[in-house]
């Protein structure tokens, strides 16, 4: 209920404010199990990415995000979960297995699951390598996979922006669901994974526009942030 009613109160003035627009939502079935796999631009994906969709879109975040104490955890708790965000341990190990578990039954009850395969924002903007519990779920639901495509939320909200700029019309394109029943069975096998990943990942290129990069997101985060303390300290 709490899911809709900020969907209520935020999706107009976002609608009147920003004018984020939509292609493909009707490739988006109405009814059933489906897995949304997106690309990871910024915080604003949150805000636009389920707005102009008349389903409920659930996401696993972090457990960081509803255990935060103070003013700024209740907050913090309260966005999350108004944006359908269910809480998950992203530790690796055990913790991946219980939120791949915890992403199968929330597809086994019929709902819309949103995943982001490269497992954190993009650093500058780019494509980087997926994540291959996005093609463990789709193959052991065997639900629709549609890919999620962010446009221009990166350049109205970069990573570290508290705020989005004005005049910067955010969008989201919906592709065509994608087939991997020929895979049915094959969950345990990693190249079938690997293969599955990085056929959703060039679906979002396509639909994107963005430029690939093979690496993982985090990774990125890493040498970039190595390399800017590199140049400070030389500076």
Known sequence: ?????????????????????????????????????GNHLSFADHFFGPLQI????ISLGKADYFTGRGIKGFFTRLFFSGVGTVP???SGGKASEAALRTGLRILREGNILGIYPEGTRSPDGRLYKGKTGVARLALE??????????VNTYEMMPPG??????????????GKP??????????DDRLVLRAVTDE???????????EYVDKYAASARVEME????AAAAKG
Request: hydrophobic share 50%.
């Open 1 to 37: 209920m709490f899911y809709w009613v900020v969907k209520a109160i935020l999706g107009p003035f976002l609608l009147a404010v920003f004018r984020p627009w939509t292609e493909g939502a009707d490739n988006v079935p109405r009814h059933g199990p489906v897995i949304l796999a």
């Open 161 to 174: 922006r508290l705020l989005p700029k004005f005049g910067i019309r955010p969008g989201v394109r919906f």
């Open 88 to 90: 998950i341990d992203r």
């Open 226 to 229: 190595r390399a800017a303390r």
């Open 54 to 57: 008349r389903r409920k879109v």
């Open 141 to 150: 639901s065997r639900a629709p996979v549609i890919p999620w495509a962010m």
């Open 200 to 210: 959703i990942m060039y679906a979002l290129m396509e639909l994107s526009g963005q």
């Open 178 to 187: 994608l087939d991997f029943s020929r895979y049915y069975g094959m969950e």
